[in-house]
């Protein structure tokens, strides 16, 4: 599984978006984060960032560029992330 989180910074003002989570371990624990999620089979990162923050908020958002990687083994269902 890949999974994606995506920085999103508006350009005329500058300001980052930021999302409570509605499911996952963060639900209800008045946390912000980035918009994040995994990848369907096959797509683009920079399309799976955009769709993944389209569905979290409804804001539409332009994919740049790649910020970071990272690798980690025995995620959930024991598959690597």
Same mark, same amino acid.
């Given at each position: 599984?890949? $999974?994606?989180?995506?920085?999103?910074?508006?350009?005329?003002? !500058?300001?980052?978006?930021? *999302?409570? #989570?509605?499911? %996952?371990?963060?639900?209800?624990?008045?946390?912000?984060?980035?918009?994040? $999620?995994?990848?369907?089979?096959?797509?683009?990162?920079?399309? !799976?960032?955009?769709?993944? *923050?389209? #569905?979290?908020? %409804?804001?539409r958002a332009?994919?740049?560029?790649?910020?970071?990687?990272?690798?980690?083994?025995?995620?959930?269902?024991?598959?690597?992330?």
């Amino acid at each position: 599984q890949i $999974g994606i989180g995506a920085v999103v910074v508006n350009s005329t003002s !500058g300001r980052v978006l930021f *999302v409570k #989570e509605a499911v %996952g371990p963060l639900k209800g624990k008045n946390v912000w984060k980035i918009p994040t $999620g995994l990848l369907e089979c096959g797509e683009d990162l920079g399309e !799976g960032a955009e769709r993944e *923050v389209y #569905e979290e908020t %409804g804001v539409r958002a332009r994919f740049d560029k790649v910020v970071g990687f990272r690798h980690s083994h025995g995620v959930q269902f024991g598959k690597s992330d």
